[in-house]
């Protein structure tokens, strides 16, 4: 299972890091998405990491503002998200893959998301 944590609150223009921690262990195999939801919304992608090396991807809405990075001591991933809009505002998923994809039904063990609000 995986965990979304750390959302908020916050102003345009402001940062948060969002943190994906695993309750199981993650093999080199996998990969971890973020994705993000706004109210009658469909789930959209927003960045996904393998774990076993730097490639990362984004969405081309979130390319150079966001972040995604793992921790494997920690068994986290973190997602920091800088430059925040307006229209970032949503709830935000973290789930796993056997490959990436940015299509959330290819990904499982989804937790519960963090809200994240972004005021202009």
């Known amino acids: 299972q995986l965990q979304a944590s750390g959302g908020g609150s916050v102003q345009s223009g402001d940062s948060l890091r969002l943190s994906c921690a695993a309750s199981?262990?993650?093999?080199?195999?996998?990969?971890v998405g973020w994705f993000r939801q706004a109210p009658g919304k469909e789930r959209e992608f927003v960045a996904a990491?393998?774990?076993?090396?730097?490639?990362?991807y984004y969405a081309d809405s979130v390319k150079g503002r966001f972040t995604i990075s793992r921790d494997s001591a920690k068994n986290t991933v973190y997602l920091q998200m800088n430059s925040l809009k307006p229209e970032d505002s949503a709830i935000y998923y973290c789930?796993?893959?056997?490959?990436?994809?940015?299509?959330?039904?290819?990904?499982?063990?989804w937790g519960q998301g963090t809200l994240v609000t972004v005021s202009s």
């Open positions: 789930a796993m893959s056997n490959a990436y994809d940015t299509d959330y039904r290819s990904y499982r063990n």
């Open positions: 199981g262990r993650l093999f080199s195999s996998h990969v």
């Open positions: 990491a393998r774990w076993n090396s730097a490639r990362t």
